[in-house]
């Protein structure tokens, strides 16, 4: 079903949006787990179907599902961190297994953070018992990181602010899809700057064109990333966007 813009006259498919509306709303749960965010990021990607992307509606499910299992068991944001993280770890080979099935249940990570919660019981409550991610010895995630620096990244000279603003959100959403062959997240500053450099000459953009504006910018690089299931290419996304 489509539906027009009321104020472009756009047409847009009404999955899209409500896609779009998920995604933004997803970013909006972030803050409710704290410091465990970082861990959601890998634990929904165990989620991922192997030959797609992880839709934004279904991500947005899950990790509503994520909230309402730390709360129901009363984790701290560090247990249900260590808990997602083992998690992950567990699965990391498996995950490589031809015949690997992507999660459809969190009953796993019950059970671990069940496991975690009843741990952190019977140690003292010293500095490091209620930070167990850090006392584990395992990496933190620097995709958290990484979102927050693309949502901050500044504009590169004679580049609109919303030009910016537009390509490095998208990023920061593409992180969050599970996709095959992403940078390394220590790298990210520097893939956005490429792509901020290469991108603004290829089209004529601005704000309130209607061939290439924000939005078309925006879904082209989603749209990419979710029908190959992988981290998308400059030349392919331009594909999406005509010159003309």
Known sequence: ??????????????????????????????????????????????????????????????????????????????????????????????????????????????????????????????????????????????TAAAIEMLKGCPSPEQIPEWFTRTVCGSMAELLLMGLESVPAADTMELVAGRWLNELWPKRDWAEQSHMHNPKRLHDAIIAEAESNGRWPSLRAILGYIPKV
Not at 28 to 36: C, E, L, N
Not at 112 to 122: D, K, Q, R, Y
């Open 1 to 142: 079903m489509n539906v027009s813009c009321p104020h472009c006259n756009m047409s847009h498919a009404l999955e899209d949006l409500t896609e779009d509306a998920s995604g933004r709303e997803l970013f909006g749960k972030m803050p409710v787990i704290g410091q465990a965010a970082a861990h959601l990021v890998a634990y929904l990607g165990l989620f991922k179907p192997r030959r797609q992307a992880l839709r934004w509606s279904r991500a947005l499910v899950l990790a509503d599902d994520v909230i309402q299992l730390s709360q129901q068991l009363r984790a701290t944001e560090q247990q249900l961190a260590a808990a997602m993280s083992e998690t992950v770890e567990a699965m990391r080979d498996k995950r490589q297994q031809p015949n690997w099935q992507p999660f459809t249940k969190h009953n796993y990570l019950r059970k671990v953070l069940e496991g975690v919660i009843t741990n952190s019981a019977a140690q003292p409550a010293t500095d490091s018992a209620l930070t167990p991610v850090q006392s584990s010895n395992k990496p933190l995630s620097k």
